[in-house]
């Protein structure tokens, strides 16, 4: 029986994509068979915690407690630089690197000291798209033989068929940050003339002082459960994601597996998976404001076609090829 050592701190931190692939990947490994999962976990929520996690949990703690283990998987590039089992880092961007500031003072000088190190010690490497896999050859020069490509996935509740929010909306999902550009969609939201349609905005405080603007039928609303964003996916006439900067996108995929159309910024990932998605330059206002209207005058085909689309992606196979990881790096 294969064991692994599993690192579930971010769950502490965020309920966004990483915390999605995180519940989803482990829900898939714990129905694997001939392999069993130990979570390690720094729990502390609170911001000031977060150096402390990165240092005494990540190069010292944690390496300790998976010191038994055939395998120890970091499921987010915070993740030991020495490690006495093989161990295996998911990558899901290279933001940190390639757009610094974007991030607070901490992430980026932890993230240019101790990722290098992070990405020599790992046996493995998991990038969750094709271009994150380029990235991690170009700026951390990870040798390819080492990085193994699989991408995100989607499943329930985010389904077509369910409840659906009530209203005449736009749907935004993402944390309050810099590069999730939020300043441009409601531009281009507003440029868009949409007859009273109101743009809700879910997702976490981040930082960096990024509000949602209070006027201009724009509504924050702040972190909610999965069921409840699943209904807002399924009643948004269309959802908009114009990140500047992405791994993957997985707020795109889970509105075309709810048969929404998506306004998605033109990124390299997107192109790997999205069906049923008009893309715009994200730092263009007036090219958002016409994908809105595209994707509104198109929602029935384009939902139909992102909702198939998305049927490929199901988290059964992303933990299948996982464990096909750790059995190579068990040997």
């Known amino acids: ?54 240092i005494a949990w990540y190069l010292g703690a944690l390496p300790l407690l998976a010191r038994n283990a055939d395998v120890l998987h970091c499921p987010t590039f915070r993740a030991p630089v020495r490690s006495r089992v093989p ?40 990038a ?25 996935a989607v499943g329930p509740p985010f389904t077509a068929t369910g409840d659906a929010a009530e209203g005449d909306y736009v749907l935004a999902v993402s944390t309050l940050e810099p590069r999730k550009n939020l300043g441009s969609l409601v531009e281009g939201f507003q440029r868009a003339g949409l007859n009273g349609c109101e743009l809700r905005v879910v997702g976490a405080r981040g930082w960096g002082g990024v509000e949602p603007a209070a006027s201009g039928g724009v509504r924050w609303l702040g972190e909610v459960s999965d069921e409840e964003l699943a209904r807002l996916y399924r009643g ?7 990140s500047l900067y992405e791994g993957f996108g997985l707020p795109v995929l889970e509105a075309m597996a709810c048969g929404t159309p998506v306004v998605s910024a033109d990124l390299p990932p997107i192109h790997e998976f999205a069906r049923g998605v008009v893309t715009v330059d994200p730092r263009d206002a007036d090219a958002i404001a ?42």
């Open 128 to 152: 969750v798209s094709e271009f994150t896999a380029g990235e991690l050859v170009d700026v951390l020069a990870v040798p390819e033989t080492k990085i193994r490509v699989i991408p995100n």
């Open 87 to 126: 161990l295996v880092v998911t990558f899901h961007d290279l933001a940190v690197l390639r757009h610094p500031v974007t991030f607070n003072t901490w992430t980026r000088t932890y993230s240019r000291t101790v990722l290098p190190r992070v990405a020599a010690a790992a046996a493995r490497v998991i």
């Open 1 to 54: 029986m294969l064991e692994v050592a599993f690192d579930t701190s971010p769950l502490a931190q965020t309920r966004a994509g990483t915390a999605r692939y995180i519940r989803g990947l482990l829900g898939g490994l714990e129905r694997a068979q001939e392999l069993t999962v130990e979570r390690h976990a720094f729990a502390v929520r609170a911001r000031a915690a977060v150096p402390v996690r990165d």
């Open 290 to 331: 016409a994908g809105l209207c595209e994707a509104l005058a198109r929602r029935e085909e384009l939902g139909r076609e992102g909702r198939r689309a998305a049927a490929a992606y199901d988290w059964g196979r992303v933990a299948r090829e996982t464990s096909d990881v750790y059995r190579e790096v068990a040997g």
């Open 236 to 242: 948004a006439r269309c959802a908009a994601y114009v």
